[in-house]
């Protein structure tokens, strides 16, 4: 591969890392108690919980909601990222991405 179709491979990794800090993916869980959205670069941007489902008996069920909303969260967003970067890597495995 030449230093021009390095460049361009770099430049469209890049654009696509800067699309995939605003691209983001929400997930629901225990039908909406809690919803996770996440941006293609696994950063989580808000959690909203439905004021009807907090208990102060039951803290741990609100506790397990967020964590299964954040880790589908994660799981979804690094799928898109895969997905967007397949596109330039065409598929390959590279470390880091």
């Not at 460049?7 to 809690?34: P, S, Y």
């Not at 954040?70 to 799928?79: L, P, R």
Request: proline share 2%.
């Amino acid at each position: 591969m030449n230093q021009k179709m390095m460049r361009d491979l770099q430049n469209k990794m890049l654009k696509i890392q800067e699309d995939l800090a605003e691209e983001t993916v929400e997930v629901a869980v225990g039908d909406g108690a809690v919803t996770a959205v996440m941006t293609g670069q696994q950063q989580l941007r808000s959690v909203k919980i439905d004021p009807g489902i907090v208990d102060a008996e039951d803290v741990e069920m609100l506790e397990d909601l967020m964590v299964a909303a954040v880790n589908s969260a994660i799981t979804q967003s690094q799928e898109l990222a895969a997905q967007r970067m397949g596109v330039i890597t065409g598929g390959l495995k590279l470390p880091g991405m």
